[in-house]
Nanobody, 122 residues
């Protein structure tokens, strides 16, 4: 029931940076772990990063460690993914998602946005 809307994607050159945003509706946003996933053409959707309700616990997939920073602004009901040193392999549709159980660090993601396209040219 939580509505999520991603934005910030685009076409960039290798080595560039992007900041993706995910705006969420609902007053319970501040109690939920949020995650970022991506799906490349012809590939399965994979995990990228997550952040807990307060922002003190973050986790990253090995593929993006050192190149991505996840953050959130609960006052704005928004979670961000700052991506740097982008590579062609980062090309994918990026989705944000929410874990429905309040204050749970992990769990099944039940709410998904429509995604934002990130294309990295070589």
């Amino acid at each position: 029931q939580v509505q999520l809307a991603e934005s910030g994607g685009g076409l960039v050159q290798a080595g560039a940076s992007l900041r993706l945003s995910c705006a969420a509706s609902g007053r319970t946003f501040s109690s939920r772990t949020m995650g970022w996933f991506r799906q490349a053409p012809g590939k399965e959707r994979v995990f990228v990063s997550r952040i807990n309700w307060s922002g003190v616990s973050t986790y990253y997939a090995d593929s993006v460690k050192g190149r991505c920073t996840i953050s959130r602004d609960n006052a704005k009901n928004t979670v961000y993914l700052q991506m740097t040193s982008l590579k062609p392999e980062d090309t994918a549709v990026y989705y944000c998602a929410a874990v429905p159980t309040p204050y749970a660090i992990t769990g099944e993601y039940a709410s998904w946005g429509q995604g934002t396209q990130v294309t990295v040219s070589s």
